[in-house]
């Protein structure tokens, strides 16, 4: 599986942004997707997450901001992150869970700064 992610950039804080992230080689059977992030000095944390039929997980600090959502036939999930704050500043990475096997795409930055 090969994770391509993309939609990162600088925005001002309250600002929004929409990362993209698309599967290719071999997808059937990803059965979850989602994005993890990495801030200078800190540990990778879950951002969000859905399931193949749906189900989603958000971290509490991006509940109500950010919204996950996947095009099945696309292959491709997407994070939608609204009323930005400079601590969602980070490298965003894209995972795909298949046959327990955890898949990573590039990381794509997000600056969030006035």
């Known amino acids: 599986v090969q994770l391509q992610a993309s939609g990162g950039g600088l925005v001002q804080p309250g600002g929004s942004l929409r990362l993209s992230c698309a599967a290719s080689?071999?997808?059937?059977?990803?059965?979850?997707m989602g994005w993890y992030r990495q801030a200078p000095g800190k540990q990778r944390e879950l951002v969000a997450a859905?399931?193949?039929?749906?189900?989603?997980d958000y971290a509490d600090s991006v509940k109500g901001r950010f919204t996950i959502s996947r095009d099945n036939a696309k292959n491709t999930v997407y994070l939608q992150m609204n009323s930005l704050k400079p601590e969602d500043t980070a490298a965003y990475y894209c995972?795909?869970?298949?046959?327990?096997?955890?898949?990573w795409g590039q990381g794509t930055q997000v600056t969030v700064s006035s």
């Open positions: 080689g071999s997808v059937f059977s990803i059965i979850a």
């Open positions: 995972i795909a869970k298949r046959a327990g096997v955890d898949y």
């Open positions: 859905i399931t193949r039929g749906g189900g989603t």
